[in-house]
Each structure stands twice: as structure tokens, then as C-alpha cells.
């Protein structure tokens, strides 16, 4: 029975904190769908800059109400990823070392931030770049005429692979910090680095080279800059002790 009871315990916190996130998510989200329509004006915006006067279509009977709660879920996901960070972090803070605890929350930190930012990049430039390029390449006889479904699927694949790829550095940070791989094996291995990039961003890009050299460059900088902090981290931490 005794040793039941700290898992019980554990089991008991991962509960509360996983209710906190989906009730601060649900908040979010219900906050979020009020203002869906606004919301949805701002994620075309990149498209209505190229296609001026030229409205979406959408086809299904409940694809508009569809769309919103996509959009809703989208932000709400968004706006709480602080607080879901935060939560994840509280529930593992107390089993790790003082060192630990100094690297972990910069970590949850810049997590968040680099995320937001490659959704930022991907808005603000990768759309418009990409959404421009497509329009110079429509045939004079042609009408296109884009579902809003599917841009949003686009747009939801776009702001997912941008934002994973700006954790790179974090992943970098971590893999080092854990002893897996060195700074120096990581430069080694550069060049097959590169290579993998440009794969990645034409498995997860539209099959256009403007798109996939858009997010192989920043890839493979923000690799870069992973072994750039990993090895100034590394040499810190090297002289920290290991104290609770």
C-alpha cells in the first residue's frame, strides 16, 4: 500500500493539471469562436492581397460552421500554449535537479516563443511569397477559385511545419544536454544536415521551389543556431552542480 501511494499521488497531480489545460483550452476555444469570423478574415488576408474582390468558396452544407470551429480550436490552441507549457512544466518541476530546473524552463520558455514565431514567419511571408508565386503561374483561361477548406488545411499544415521546424534549436539544445550526440558530431554532420532540410520541406511543402526553399533555409540556420546555444549551454552547465 505504501508504495502505492506516491503513484496515486503523481497520478492524482497529472490529473489536476491535465483538467487546469482542457479548462483553460475550453475557455479559450468558446472565446475564440465568438470571434471565428474575425479570426477567419485575418487567415485569408495573405490570399485576398492576391486575389482582390475574389471571395472562397465553400461547398459542404456545414462547412462554414466547420471552418469556424477549426479556426477556434486553432487559436484557442494558440492562445493557451503558454498556460498548457506552464502546467506540463509545474507537474515534472519537482523531480528534476536545480541545473536541470535552470535549463528546462528556459526551454519551455523559448519553446513557446519559437513556435509563435515560425507561425509568425509563415504569415507574414512565407504566404504571401508562395500564394503570389501560384497566381503568376494561373493559365489566362483559368478561374481559380480556392476552397476555404482546403485553405485552411494549408494553412493549418503550413503554421504546423513552420512551427515545429523553429524548435530545432531547442531539440539541438536537449539532444546535447542529454549526452546523445556532441556539438562537434553535430557539425560533422552538416552537410547530410542540409540535404535533410530540403527533403523535409518537400515532404511537408506545396510542390513548388519557392515554398521549400523557404522553410529548408530557416531549417537549416536554426540549426545552426541549436549548436551555437548547445555549446554555450554545455559549457555552463558543466559547471553547475547537481543539487535538488
Not at 487567415?43 to 471571395?55: E, F, H, I, N, R
Not at 485552411?152 to 549526452?179: N, Q, R
Not at 544536415?193 to 529548408?216: H, K, N, R, W, Y
Request: with cysteine.
Amino acid at each position: 500500500m505504501s508504495d502505492l501511494q506516491p503513484l496515486m499521488v503523481h497520478l492524482l497531480e497529472l490529473r489536476n493539471r491535465l483538467l487546469r489545460g482542457v479548462l483553460v483550452f475550453l475557455a479559450g476555444f468558446f472565446v475564440c469562436f465568438y470571434f471565428s469570423q474575425q479570426l477567419y478574415d485575418v487567415l485569408v488576408a495573405p490570399l485576398a492581397t492576391v486575389l482582390p474582390g475574389q471571395k472562397l468558396v465553400s461547398i459542404g452544407i456545414a462547412s462554414p460552421f466547420l471552418l469556424q470551429v477549426k479556426i477556434a480550436a486553432m487559436a484557442a490552441f494558440v492562445l493557451t500554449l503558454p498556460h498548457t507549457l506552464y502546467q506540463g512544466w509545474a507537474f515534472v518541476a519537482p523531480g528534476l535537479y536545480q541545473h536541470e530546473k535552470r535549463l528546462v524552463l528556459p526551454l519551455v520558455v523559448s519553446s513557446t516563443l519559437l513556435f509563435l514565431l515560425g507561425m509568425a514567419f509563415a504569415y507574414f511571408f512565407v504566404f504571401g511569397t508562395v500564394f503570389h508565386f501560384i497566381a503568376t503561374v494561373v493559365p489566362t483561361s483559368m478561374q481559380w477559385l480556392p476552397d476555404s477548406g482546403e485553405y485552411l488545411d494549408f494553412v493549418l499544415g503550413m503554421f504546423l511545419a513552420f512551427g515545429l521546424t523553429f524548435e530545432v534549436p531547442v531539440a539541438v539544445v536537449v539532444l546535447v544536454h542529454l549526452g546523445i550526440v556532441s556539438v562537434a558530431k553535430l557539425r560533422e554532420w552538416r552537410p547530410y544536415i542540409i540535404v535533410g532540410a530540403f527533403v523535409v520541406a518537400a515532404v511537408v511543402t506545396p510542390p513548388d521551389v519557392v515554398s521549400q526553399c523557404l522553410l529548408a533555409v530557416p531549417l537549416w540556420l536554426l540549426f545552426e543556431l541549436g549548436c551555437f546555444v548547445a555549446q554555450w549551454t554545455g559549457r555552463r552547465d558543466t559547471e553547475a552542480a547537481p543539487s535538488r
